[in-house]
């Protein structure tokens, strides 16, 4: 079955603890990203990644970092979370031209 | 710049009613996708229809229909004799080929009460 599968799905953290959320996709997809959903803003773009090794900031990429070893694989790091990062977070692939984004089943992280 | 605007924040219908979703859009490119897609409330994204720019031929899934119109920037979704299991937020979303990311719109809450 294809599918885009985060880990993990809920997570309440503490402030500066350093976290990672998975990302993992079976299609062969080049193109992942990152989005994160806050109430009213809709979804915004973190990262990005169109191959193996070549990442991008999308509009809201403080606080983050991702990397791309494996054309499946597209982990998000949070290296000192903070308050305004609680949020919902989803990680999408999609193959290159398609313009469909396959969405995980989003990551709830809760930092105090 | 590309924009994605869901005027309606909150709709709430009895069932059975029909209802529309209203999405505009703004983008300089000849040529782009249009998406729309359902979050309920368990909270995944599920996909609903891809329209590209090129294909202005209103679309019907069962109860759900689209219109594309591409003079007015606009991809209205319809949903016809509404179901509680219809109550959801329903986000439109805008790309060209090839971009760096999807751009969504805010989202409507949909509540279809019994």
């Known amino acids: 079955e294809a599918q885009v599968t985060q880990n993990p799905r809920y997570l309440i953290t503490v402030t500066g603890k350093k976290l990672t959320v998975t990302c993992s996709q079976n299609?062969?997809?080049?193109?992942m990203s990152w989005y994160r959903q806050d109430p009213g803003l809709g979804l915004r773009q973190i990262y990005y990644s169109m191959n193996v090794e070549v990442t991008d900031k999308g509009d809201v990429p403080e606080g983050y970092k991702v990397s791309r070893k494996e054309k499946r694989n597209f982990p998000l790091i949070l290296e000192s979370p903070s308050p305004n990062q609680t949020s919902l977070y989803f990680c999408?692939?999609?193959?290159?031209?398609?313009?469909?984004?396959?969405f995980g089943e989003g990551s709830r992280l809760t930092v105090l | 710049a590309q924009k994605v605007t869901q005027a309606q924040t909150e709709i709430s219908v009895v069932e059975k009613e029909d209802v529309t979703l209203d999405c505009v859009y703004e983008t300089r490119d000849t040529t782009y996708y249009l998406f729309w897609y359902k979050q309920p409330p368990s909270g995944e994204l599920v996909f609903l229809i891809r329209?590209?720019?090129?294909?202005?031929q209103n679309e019907i899934s069962g109860r759900y229909s689209w219109n594309f119109q591409k003079s007015t920037s606009s991809f209205n979704f319809t949903i016809t004799a509404s179901q509680v299991v219809d109550s959801a937020v329903y986000f439109c979303a805008l790309t060209p080929p090839l971009a760096r990311q999807l751009t969504f719109g805010s989202g409507t809450q949909l509540t279809v009460l019994p």
């Open positions: 329209r590209n720019s090129f294909d202005e």
């Open positions: 999408a692939s999609r193959a290159s031209g398609t313009g469909e984004l396959f």
């Open positions: 299609m062969n997809h080049e193109y």
